[in-house]
């Protein structure tokens, strides 16, 4: 295996599902190696996700909380902190309005506990999926008024909200909007105008003119960055700044939930904040976060951005979903035991009520894209009138994965038709909407997802026809690329080498786990687990006969085909039964190892991605 200074050529393996690329990228890694103590694999993987500079390297694999950005160079920093921290002074009244998915929630918990810490008189709407809709609206801004709100903050909304945020100021409110959404343009001779709302300050890395050199945070993180610098500045009398260290390592832990939750790319700064937000999180002494780790059996445990997106983040976008999100800032602000575990269990069960209206959905979904035309087009548009309107999003989603294309899930909801859509790389969600937008009443989003608002089931058909005329894809844009950080013999995967890999941690989008692929693996036995015996379970050698555990999460049945086409019906049939000798079943693979503890042992176990 090469370890040096000339780079691999691009080896390729072709498959019917996906193109296997081995990353050709050169760099002397056996001196990086040498420099920071790492092994020269490790370096490999390391230049294949383009951090070249020594200072990169050393932030990657040591980035501590000093390493991130100041949140000073953010455009209207300081102007935004000036205005809250007289209105707290002045005892004015503030109203935080967030979102209801999990980035908004955890913004909102962030502002509303740094505010009233330093004495300010805040309260907090987080807007109903259904009634209200995302973000600002005219209802939120003439409630306000009515309630004398003298300033509103959004969070994780507000950049495209110029309407309503000129309807506050009409009212003589003061508005400050923190967000991290695109800010929304339109098309001139002239080029993009960029329409900002006129409010009073404008926390958000995105607009064009803000200096603050890493773009890709969260709403909850630009929160936090917000509350970081009023916090530092305050004067007010007695400031504890033990206290003040506590609350800000709270927030550290929440905007760490959010960037995984909003699937915020863990480069940059994202890595150091997911990665020292997880560890505080074992240890958080917040009620309700805690009772959530509970109820879900990991409290305790060593965190992961798994846990986070997959565990805590859907019990959290649940009540959003099915309720109201201000359950789940209740759950954030519980003092008492018995109060947090009771909202926590209610969480837990809202979550496995949506996985099951979800898998219902994936499935009608599907099934109306393999047995119709839509299944010829470019982007799919699926019309799931009974479909929740809160699952749409998840929905396409799993549509996305499934075929490989930009989805759009519509559903019948208490006004028109609303959806959601997800999209691939090779296609900007968001500028593809702008470009018919004359047929929505609103829509909005970014380059990988969107929401949207027709009129009335007349215009869906219309809809789907529009984006599939102005679809630029080509063929090449939907193949799939598996990038190969290494091709590796499994026996180069000791625990010493796997615990290695933890320096690259967190791992999630972004900075995905190292993949490694090696030829000639036989398959020697193998059986289904799980209730619905869709995980596989095998016994493997490699070129030399040395044994190992396998795992494969990925469609057990399509697995099976392919084994049933490539070696006979018989030997696969054998393999389940545990008769396989070496070389009767010989497959490649696409792999990455981990260890496997199990009562009280730990082993290596190859963990299969892909096969051909």
């Known amino acids: 295996m090469e370890t040096g200074n000339t780079a691999y050529r691009d080896a390729l393996f072709v498959n019917d599902m996906a193109k296997w690329m081995v990353a050709a990228k050169k760099a002397d890694f056996n001196q990086i190696a040498e420099k920071y103590h790492i092994t020269p694999v490790l370096a490999r993987i390391i230049r294949n996700r383009d951090i070249v500079e020594d200072e990169e390297i050393r932030r990657f694999l040591c980035g501590d909380l000093q390493d991130l950005n100041d949140p000073f160079l953010m455009k209207d920093m300081e102007r935004a902190v000036d205005i809250i921290m007289e209105k707290i002074r002045a005892g004015k009244r503030i109203r935080i309005i967030g979102d209801y998915d999990v980035d908004g929630i955890c913004s909102t918990y962030i502002l509303l506990t740094g505010i009233r810490e330093l004495g300010g008189k805040v309260d907090t709407v987080i807007p109903h999926r259904i009634k209200d809709g995302y973000g600002l609206n005219e209802h939120l801004i003439e409630s306000a008024a009515e309630d004398g709100v003298d300033t509103i903050v959004t969070c994780d909304n507000g950049i495209a909200a ?162 109201t999100a201000a359950r789940a800032l209740s759950l954030f602000e519980a003092k008492d035991w018995g109060e947090a575990v009771t909202i926590a269990g209610d969480l837990k069960s809202l979550n496995d009520s949506r996985k099951q209206m979800t898998e219902d959905g994936v499935k009608e979904a599907v099934a109306m894209v393999e047995e119709t035309n839509i299944k010829d087009d470019r982007v799919l548009v699926v019309y799931l009138p009974k479909c929740h309107e809160s699952l749409a999003g998840i929905i396409a989603g799993k549509v996305k994965e499934k075929f490989g294309k930009p989805a759009f899930v519509l559903t019948r909801g208490e006004e028109g038709i609303k959806g959601s859509g997800r999209s691939i790389e090779a296609y900007h969600m968001y500028e593809e909407l702008t470009a018919c937008k004359e047929l929505f009443t609103h829509y909005g989003g970014h380059k990988m997802a969107a929401g949207v608002s027709l009129p009335d089931e007349g215009a869906v058909e219309e809809f789907r026809k529009r984006l599939n005329e102005n679809c630029k894809l080509t063929d090449e844009d939907f193949e799939q690329i598996v990038h190969i950080d290494v091709p590796m013999p499994l026996a180069y995967a000791d625990r010493k080498f796997v615990k290695e890999l933890s320096f690259l941690e967190p791992f999630g989008v972004g900075n995905p786990k190292p993949l490694f692929a090696r030829k000639g693996i036989s398959l020697l036995s193998g059986r289904k687990l799980g209730k619905n015996r869709n995980v596989g379970k095998y016994r493997i050698a490699d070129e030399n006969g040395i044994c190992y555990d396998m795992i494969y999460f990925g469609d057990l049945e399509q697995f099976d085909a392919f084994l049933s086409q490539r070696f006979g019906s018989i030997v696969a049939e054998r393999l389940y039964e545990g008769r396989l000798n070496m070389g009767e079943a010989d497959i490649s693979m696409v792999y990455y190892p981990e260890i496997n503890s199990f009562a009280g042992k730990e082993n290596i176990q190859i963990v299969m991605q892909y096969y051909c």
């Open 162 to 323: 110029a309407p309503q945020i000129g309807l506050a100021k009409e009212k003589g409110m003061t508005v400050v909007v923190t967000d991290h959404h695109e800010v929304p343009f339109e098309e001139t001779s002239a080029g993009r105008n960029y329409l900002l709302p006129k409010a009073d300050a404008v926390v958000d890395p995105k607009q064009a003119d803000c200096p603050y050199p890493f773009k890709q945070i969260c709403g909850a993180v630009v929160a936090m960055k917000f509350m970081q610098v009023l916090m530092d500045l305050s004067d007010m009398p007695g400031k504890d700044m033990a206290r003040h260290r506590e609350l800000l390592d709270e927030m550290l832990v929440f905007g760490a939930l959010a960037t995984v939750c909003d699937v915020m790319e863990l480069k940059d700064e994202n890595r150091i904040i997911v990665k020292k937000g997880l560890e505080l999180m074992r240890h958080t002494t917040n009620l309700g976060l805690k009772a959530l780790l509970s109820v879900n059996g990991i409290d305790g445990k060593e965190l992961s951005p798994y846990h986070a997106g997959f565990i805590i983040g859907p019990c959290m976008n649940a009540t959003g979903r099915l309720d």
